[in-house]
């Protein structure tokens, strides 16, 4: 069999070079159309190969999926599909491959199945594609604490006694997980400006957006059980763009002692198309150095960063896009591996499904910063945008937009993009 | 109709006065048996009232619960009988408390039926009542947070500023959550001893309880919607016992500044039986006055605090029982109802079968502290023991259990209890 991820692959599906999803990446993703309820679909070009019309032709009969199917491909999210495991995704992600070669025409000239199972992107909605009843947001970038910790804390010790030890993380709101499209309503909330006497209620007048990336977990443990970090990377299925929207006026405020909470809840952002791990393989790098090394359980071997190059546009109420960072994933101090394994490091159960965010990705330049707060370094410099208007905090009707891909050897892996556009607040 | 509440209802059941489960409280619950798969339940006396044996008899017939019936009875969750609403639960309820009375031979002459749908507590297993996919804990005892502030920050000024203006919460692991009778496992985690120069990695040595009490939402909300404050009540179910496990050395190395991490996701226990708020309305009493008087949209009028009394007991293996603490719910600072409020009043989107738990209860006096960090003063004052030890902290082989009860004009209402035994860490 083919190697899924080799760049000579190509397709019977004419494919954009600039393409995000060539035949070497295939995510898998939720659809649903005026006539195809929610379904399981894989992305290809600008195509979405809808997978329960696949399993009914019968292609994927002989993988051995077990009695679930072709249901699994009938569902709101991938959870159940993912819940098979990693033989599953890997046979599928092969057969997939398969399929859509070029000198395969059992798909390509049976003209009625490609009519059922290919599908225009333009002509589906996408859903939110996996259910998480957990999601960690973690703190992982060290250029990013640090911003944060010069902005509000001490410049010269900007980065918190724990931080190079632990993967430092907090759980966030799962209920308020979206995908990428839906709009975001500006939140009201309690902030008190440091010289008032008194808080307030009202719609925040800090709204920022956060540059991240997440995984999924794609395999559960039982409480008690904790996850040695060299097997760590068997327990993700994989990653996904995330926009974790936050209102900084209301976060400032509550966040003492027990950290960020209505400042975050109102909304995050996923994109649609889960890129899986092993299609990433190729783009692993090695991640900055750890100093001082990390304990023994956290302490890994090899590559586990990867390295994905990330943009967030910013385009006002019928304005165009000014992209106002760029930055990269493989910039990350702390990689999943080490970040899952911590999280089960005191016996806390994984479930399939759980979201683990990165935290914001800032570079190290003044250009590649993962939020409006550091962009516009607290509001004390604006981020000038194309309509000759400029940003400390977003506005109503502005959309953010995060793009990601790899490129390496002339192969281009992407993420799509989540976008999301601000409403006013609701009134009082 | 007779009101479900009223003091005077008996049951043809035999129930002791000092039981916690009178006819005036029909608590739901999930159980198990070897021939029963799990089910819904409710409490009476010794006895489980089996809902799906009920109404396989019939005698919700005329209730209109809606087509899924009778299956939300036979479900691993009361989940989808919440979502049924309101007007179902307390059709529900009072169906049972008719079925049950001294003068209804409905059931009480039916031998087969009565055979069929009452089992002794002693003969099932209690099963986690309610799948929560998402879990807050708030923080809002001003004794505790006054306490916790004194020893951790400074005595002057034990309350930081924003405490008296939010009911300050953070989002828990909702993964971890165990049903009363749950083995807990001591966490592996780090930790740092102010004087030491690195942390380490190992069995957390500072094991604690927090005696809480949480509530269930019943109806879910859209994102972008809020909950006013004279509503927020029709959206509780019930309440729950809640035991929040805490590593405290875990937690004061990890949580600055996000907050409470591993040192609290290793579980949480909950008791089995879901009391609701219909059973607890008699016990309503004015909470605390707040001073400064909260902003509008958490200002609330008549009484919405209740009168549970609360005891914690800690039995070493093999010993007797020590109660260590009574507390009361009445004296929380901030309601549920504020809370609820509070935790929609960005838009955040609320979920069946949320848990909100009320934070550590803690009393005035040194007895009536609800976490052993508190009674024995960070470990200045250890507490005594019936056999002669002493305790800073948990020590393996510990059953630590809490008890609830509303008791007035001679009606107890009770909650039943949660109840964990400490398992020694896994070796590293």
Redesign the interface.
Known sequence: MANPNDPALRSWIDIAPTSDFPIQNLPFGVFETDERGPRVGVAIGEYVLDLYAVAQFGYFEDLELGPKMPKIFRRRSLNQFIALGRPAWRAVRQRISELLRHDNPTLARNEEAMHSCLLRQSDVRMLRPVRS??Y?DF?SSIEHATNVGIMFRDPANAL???WR??P?????????I?VSG?DI?R????R?APDAA????GPSQQLDFELEMAFIVGRGTE??D?VPIQNAEDYIFGMVLFNDWS?RD?QS???????????K???SSVSPWVVTLDALEPFRVAGPVQE?EP???LRQLDEHNFDVNLEVGIQPEGGLETVVSHSNFGLMYWSMAQQLT??A???????VG?LYASGTISGTTPDSLGSMLELAWRGTRPVPLADGSERKFLQDGDTVTMRGYCEKDGLRIGFGEVTGKILPA?T?
């Open positions: 009843h957990n960690t703190y918190l006694p724990n030890h632990i430092i993380g907090y759980h966030g709101r799962a209920s308020s979206v839906t309503r939140p009201n909330g309690q008190k008194a808080p307030t209620f409480l008690g904790t209102a209301i405020w509550e966040y003492v002692p027990l950290g960020p909470f209505l400042g809840s109102f909304g001082p304990l023994l359980y911590h999280q490091s005191n016996g806390c159960n994984l479930e759980d609701n009082l």
